[in-house]
């Protein structure tokens, strides 16, 4: 079965040609060169134009949907909150249990007792319906180490603007205290990957995960010395279920990311 880890196209990017190649000319990629496209969307919209869209997409997801797609969670957690993630999972954000937690961090504050009763209606106002119940992976381990090291640093994102909201950016070294960087790799099975991509659909027909992945292929096919993981990519699974401590792959303390904090 294909690992698709979105960084590292070299390899599933040959897996990917060899279930598309049916389905498209022998010299695909060097029609693609020749068209010279300037953006990943141009690069797709020529092979979509070489072959039946729909079929590449039918394909792609059988594809997907028979591997395991790789998928990263950057956070920064006490060495007890690893440990907890190792055994249970990563689990989906719950406002009650997290609004305790941001009480325990945050109470060491100077101004706290001024914010404290502000922190429900912010927290309910930042989290209902946007990232209450759900659990975030990222396609890109790169991303997560450069554009989005803001996780690494600080960790979630929902702490970190409520945070800011109460106390100011000046605040979120108590979202550091007693906390280091550490970033989750995980295999997602490839049906799970698609079925936590539904909500995403593209023209009711192709998911967003297959039409990323396909628009990254076809810029490889015009130049394989790419490299994605250099590429801010904002694109991830969206979970409403605990991702299952069973697909972690990889528990990596990394060092501490540098620039700004906020």
Sequence with gaps: MTEIDFDDVGRWGSSLAGVLEALLPADIATRLQAASPAFDDEALEVVFGLSDAGAIAAATERWISEGHVIGYHASRLSDVEIESVSRSGIRCLVL???????????????????????????????????????????????SQLSAFRHYLRNGSEFDQVVTKALLGADALF??????????????????????????????????????????????????????????RVAYGLIFYQ??????????QRVREPAGDSA
């Design 96 to 142: 009650n249990v997290r609004m305790k937690q941001l009480t325990d961090r945050l109470a060491a504050h100077g101004d706290w007792k001024q914010v404290a009763d502000c922190l429900e209606p912010v927290a309910r106002k930042i989290g209902e319906g946007i990232r209450d119940g759900q659990a975030h992976l990222s396609l890109s381990r790169g």
């Design 174 to 231: 108590l979202l550091r205290t007693g906390r280091s960087p550490v970033l989750f790799r995980v295999r997602v099975p490839g049906r799970s990957a698609l079925d936590a991509d539904r909500r995403r659909l593209v023209d009711g027909q192709m998911s967003g995960l297959a039409r990323r992945l396909l628009r990254v292929w076809a810029i490889w096919l015009c130049d394989p010395t790419i490299q994605p993981g250099e590429w």
């Design 242 to 251: 605990d991702v299952p401590a069973t697909w972690i792959d990889c528990i």
